[in-house]
């Protein structure tokens, strides 16, 4: 989603919350390191090397020195894509885009066609809304499993949310639905059920991309789907609800953003802005008697008297609304005659098996629990654990990295039992926290009870690690991890094992700060300054950078690392010194990277854009790359003029410029969208793609007259019934029956 700031006509809009206030150290006091990383990054070749390579059609960089792999067919030969600001799909010449699989069409036989105009129901065998991260689960002709297959396959797609406004999700109710509370349940169970995850099945016949209707593998996954809680917080007395008076279970999943996809085949999917589906009572904390579920609460974004986003929790006395209110309202104690446990059942990692509609959902509660986005495994290496990196997205919240117990059996991928791999990998292991140091060095901060910080936090007492594992952030807090500027996708560049982070952006960086929620810039968050929307200024760090990590000794279990910035965004024309620090050109310049996959076929790193700063002249895209390597770039000094005098100086590193050869705008979306969510056939010669929210800017007012909405799009394609804007996938393929991005 996009922040609040980007949304003016939404007057109510906070999805991102905002509540990391703890006072951990930022790096602009260190500013006199002097430590040549490039001196310490020669001579450690990337720990998963040269077996990777072959596959990927590229060859190997020698150790030890700072080459970049060198491809061996010539990628992004395209001529890039201008920015835009028309309301279609734009890719560039010799490629087409075809919608494929937009919110409303039918998972079923016996449901109609999408009507859209507000009419239609059933929406448990629909499309969910606002498409977001997915993954491609190839079929064989037999309808098995096949990692090869390129003309059939699964989608499994993120549901994210929904376009509101005042309460209501507009589109999907004839009328533009109730915009007062209590809300009426026909509209909340439609609101309710567009949420979550799908799984279609697709095909490619005759040359042409399909999704089929009336496959035995589509399936719906609500927030109301029965869901296993797994791991250490299983049990646990933090999860117990009427719905689970034992902890083990909660229903369903929300606000699906970033995916992954485990080495045994499996869906893993994010759980990011939950927070505000549910309510508080103003009385709540006093009700609990102030207790530490009090401090849970608020560290988590959902202060006493918070308002819901839809205002679900008032369709009625039915469980399945009363969920929602999140106020201690039983008398036992327990939790088990109400939901003032509700929350700690969101915010994981899920993991489906998109195969099997038989085997049990479960949530991941050892990878922590947080805005979550992607979960990227390191590349697997027999004998090893295995590493999930994962960020946090909200202002100045953290990146995590979860190292499983159990080391890598390359036997368990494919397995029978997908989810049973699962819980060997996912349920055992240590969560870690990033902490970046200004000299291009950095720590991963095991969030343990054996740590002082930890079981001595004076803001926390925490029972055991499953309260280390529900109640990440303030674990993370107690170690002095660092604050970011909203850690989006995390991806893992397959040739060298490096760690790609996107930080969409921070309205909260200020060099003199000022309240508990602004943080000066610091080495890994090095830019404050001013963008002009029109003539709207827009504080902090509004178009974001990547930052990029190669681990230290022990690869996957390593706690040190080095990292630097990759990119920064940047409009071309801004000031080369101290906002466009990575030259970028008026064929790459972008804004508030979000998505992020890295391709395995071509290893391109595609960066796909959640912008609302550069809107004013161009919509969200998504950019090719071929980045180098942590240690390519240099050391640069940013220093600050302070208003009364004085100076700020801080120290980051900054990658090698990217060329025109490296990074190039590969597609423009229509208009109000986001672009997000990849996956490819294995072949590297189809590629899916996910517009989420075209014409999410429209006013609930203009509802009736659709020549004012500010998007028509994909009616305006060809696709599909009514004009209201539907989120889709789309998928790409090249003209001439070539790989994509080459
Ligand atoms: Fe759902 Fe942080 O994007
Ligand atoms: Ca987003
Ligand atoms: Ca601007
Ligand atoms: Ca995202």
Redesign the pocket.
Known sequence: ?NKPSDLPLHAVRSH?EDSNTTPNPTFDTILQARLSRRGLLRGGVGTFGTAMLGGLGVSACGGGDDKVAAPAEKLLAFAAVPKSLADTVAVPAGYTATVLYALGDPLAAATPAFKNDGTDADFENRAGDHH?GMEFFGLGADGKPSAGATERALLAVNH??TTDEKLSSFFLHANGGTTTLPRPASEVDKEVAIHGVSVVEIRKTAGKWEYLKDSSFNRRVTPLTDIEISGPARGNALLVTRYSPTGTKTRGTL?N??TGKTPWGTYLTGE??WVNYFTRSATDDTARGNDKSVTSLKRYGRAQGGASRHGWESAGADDKYARWNISKTGASADGSDDYRNEMNGMGYIVEIDAYDKARAIKKRTALGRF?H?SASFGVPVSGQPLAVYMGD?ARNEYMYKFVSTATWNPADAPAADRVAIGDKYLDSGKLFVAKFNADGTGQWVELALSNAAISGYAAYAFADHADICINSRLAADAVGATKMD?P?WCAVNPANGEIYYTL?NNSNRRVEPSGSSQLAPDAANPRAYTDMKGTTAQQGNPNGHLVRIKEGTGAAAATSFTWDVYLFGAESGADKGMVNLSALTADQDFSSP?GLVFSPSTGICWIQT?DGAYTDVTNCMMLAAVPGQVGDGAKKSLTYNKAAGGTLVVETQVGKAPTADTLKRFLVGPSGC?I?GLCETPDGKAIFVNIQHPGENTSQANLADPTKYTSQWPSNAGYGAGKRPRSATIVITRNDGGRIGS
């Open positions: 989603m991102e977001d994210e949310a606000n953003c970033g990011e802005n805005a986005e997205d909203r989006e969409t979000d959640d986001e997000t």
